[in-house]
T-cell receptor, first 112, second 114 residues
Framework: QKEVEQDPGPLSVPEGAIVSLNCTYS??????FMWYRQYSRKGPELLMY????GNKEDGRFTAQVDKSSKYISLFIRDSQPSDSATYLC????????????FGTGTQLKVEL | GAGVSQSPSNKVTEKGKDVELRCDPI?????LYWYRQSLGQGLEFLIY????????KSGLPSDRFSAERTGGSVSTLTIQRTQQEDSAVYLC????????????FGSGTRLTVV
């Protein structure tokens, strides 16, 4: 079993929809939780990060972490075609020098 | 430079040949990471360099893989005697302090072993 599980999709939604992307994990030592967005043939770019449990909002994006359930989510409101990309969750035990453990990524397509 | 630069962007090689992949991190970034992204597998950690410290090689899949970082800047990932299962996108990332949150990734090298 992988340390981080993520549904690969693809997920197709109409423009304007609310999108929910999720990951589960097994390592209770993870403290930092990140979401990366990756466009085709590009490297991942950091969207948001959260420390421990709780919510964080940035514009149309909200990240949620529930450490008791080992479950993290990314919500995208008013989704746009430009949001079409692969979304990867990532997590680490600490900050300094720690490698990130990634999910496999969820491919999202927002249709006009 | 403005971002992390990787070369070549694409590489097709014959099984059994050696390949070298290059990464130019953001100027001043002390930490450098190599990851491998295979279809359906997500990003797999390979190796981490931080300043002058000994690299963390714990993710290298076999002794055919090696990496070096010269002068604390440019890094080269070498794969010897390539196999078809080595086909993947190899991504390099750098950060200013080794903090995982501040990674900046390059666009990767797409390696195809035929």
């Amino acid at each position: 079993q992988k340390e981080v599980e993520q549904d690969p999709g693809p997920l197709s939604v109409p423009e304007g929809a609310i999108v929910s992307l999720n990951c589960t994990y097994s390592n209770s030592a993870f403290q930092y939780f990140m979401w990366y967005r990756q466009y085709s043939r590009k490297g991942p770019e950091l969207l948001m990060y959260t420390y421990s449990s709780g919510n964080k909002e940035d514009g149309r994006f909200t990240a949620q972490v529930d450490k008791s359930s080992k479950y993290i989510s990314l919500f995208i409101r008013d989704s746009q075609p430009s949001d079409s990309a692969t979304y990867l969750c990532a997590m680490s035990q600490g900050l300094g020098g720690n490698k990130l453990t990634f999910g496999t990524g969820t491919q999202l397509k927002v249709e006009l | 430079g403005a971002g992390v630069s990787q070369s070549p962007s694409n590489k097709v090689t014959e099984k059994g040949k050696d390949v070298e992949l290059r990464c130019d991190p953001i100027s001043g970034h002390t930490a450098l990471y190599w990851y491998r992204q295979s279809l359906g597998q997500g990003l797999e950690f390979l190796i981490y360099f931080q300043g002058n410290s000994a690299p963390d090689k714990s993710g290298l899949p076999s002794d055919r893989f090696s990496a070096e970082r010269t002068g604390g800047s440019v890094s080269t990932l070498t794969i010897q005697r390539t196999q078809q299962e080595d086909s993947a996108v190899y991504l390099c990332a750098s950060s200013s302090s080794g903090q995982g949150i501040g990674y900046t990734f390059g666009s990767g090298t797409r390696l195809t072993v035929v």
